[in-house]
Each structure stands twice: as C-alpha cells, then as structure tokens.
C-alpha cells in the first residue's frame, strides 16, 4: 500500500531563512506526487506537482521540490521564507497505473515564520 | 474560469438530521473527489466519481454516507442521521485527470 511520511508536524524558520519540508513516499511503481498548501479555513492550494518529467519541479510562490527515486524522497524548499507562506503543507502522492486517481496524504506539516 | 464551488461553506445539523453538501467542478473537468479533513487525522479519500457514476468508493464509510455525480448539476455528498464523529471539514477536488484542484470545503458541525 502507499504511504507518504512527513517529518516534522509543526516547523519554525525566520524570515528570509531556507524552508525544508521533508516528504518519503512508499511505492512500488512510479508514482505522482503533489505539494499542496493550506491556509486557515481554506481549501488546498496546489503548490507544486511531479508527474515523471523533470525531477526537480518548480511550483508557485517561489517553491521547489525534487523527485529522488533513490531516497523515496520528495521535500519542499523555498530559499527564503516570507510571513506569507505560514501556513499547513501536505505532501500527497498518487500512484500511477492503479486505476484510480485518489490522493493519499501525509499528515501535514504546519510551517511557522518568525520575524 | 472559475474554480471549484462547494456549498454550503459552513453547515450545522443536530443529530440524526441529513447533511447534503454541493460541488461544481471546474469547467471541462468530469472527474470529481470528496476528501474528509478530521482533526488529528488528516485529509482522507472518500470517493471518486465521473459523470453518472462512481468509480471507487473505497474510503466511504458503510453506512449513511452516499454521493453521486449526476449528468446535470452539482456532485452530492449525503450522510443519513449525521452523528457528533462527522464534524469534519469535506472537500471537493475536480480534474481532468491525475492533478486535482481543490474547493473551499464545507466545515460541517453536528450539535
């Protein structure tokens, strides 16, 4: 079965410091995987998607993130974090081939900024 | 073009009353998601349907939940005799295939 793992629940970083949302996936066949943002009492806002092309994708907002098959690994980077991107971060991955489409999530990851 | 529309934003019911919650998905789109937000648990897939039809509806529980797609109109997510564990935020994702867009949700909550 599929499963995404985000490390780290709650994480703090200073304004104009690196953010690093960590995401590790299982999956035996190559799978999609998306970034999503969530701001308090809104939907999900889709920051960044991997779909097998490049590996290292570039989303809104100044985000990034880089497909490592060797590390199962999928973490979000932003060189320089701003007060708007305090928010919540989910990593989520289909997988490819299995008929349906649905997401499977990891738990979030809350992101604050200090000034 | 607009995005994904859920109504009603915000919904309460009282135990035992029938909650029915309304997404129109982007123009073009023809597939439809419903996902639960639980505190604690995170974001769930319920189920996912095409027009006139659903095509896994693996994570819907048993009982009292039921949705449908049909030719004309919204996507209906309906729970029969709502009970306190369904408070929940539920939210609605249209596609055109594997990347799906978000609504706003619906935060329901059951007194």
């Known amino acids: 079965a599929q499963s995404v793992t985000q490390l780290g629940s709650h994480v703090s970083v200073s304004e104009g410091a690196l953010v690093l949302l960590r995401c590790n996936y299982s999956s035996s066949v190559p799978p999609y995987l998306f970034w999503y943002v969530q701001y308090p009492n809104q939907g999900l806002q889709l920051l960044l998607k991997y779909t097998s092309a490049a590996t290292l994708v570039k989303g809104i907002n100044g985000f990034e993130a880089e497909f490592k098959k060797s590390e199962t690994s999928f973490h979000l980077t932003k060189p320089s974090a701003h007060m708007s991107d305090a928010a919540e971060y989910f990593c989520?991955?289909?997988?490819?081939?299995?008929?349906?489409?649905?997401?499977?999530f990891g738990k979030g990851t809350k992101l604050s900024v200090i000034p | 073009n607009a995005g994904v529309m859920q109504n009603p934003r915000h919904l309460v019911r009282r135990r035992g009353q029938e909650a029915r919650l309304r997404c129109s998905p982007m123009?073009?789109?023809?597939?439809v998601y419903w996902y639960r937000q639980l505190p604690e648990e995170g974001l769930k897939f319920m189920v996912y349907?095409?027009?006139?039809?659903?095509?896994?509806e693996s994570g819907m529980p048993k009982e009292r939940f039921s949705a449908e797609f049909p030719k004309e109109g919204p996507s209906i997510l309906r729970i029969q005799q709502v009970v306190r564990g369904d408070s929940a935020a539920y939210f609605c994702?249209?596609?055109?295939?594997?990347?799906?867009?978000f609504g706003p949700g619906t935060r329901l909550l059951v007194l």
């Open positions: 123009k073009g789109h023809s597939h």
């Open positions: 989520a991955v289909i997988i490819s081939g299995a008929g349906s489409y649905q997401l499977t």
């Open positions: 349907l095409q027009k006139e039809n659903i095509i896994d």
């Open positions: 994702a249209s596609s055109p295939k594997e990347t799906q867009y």
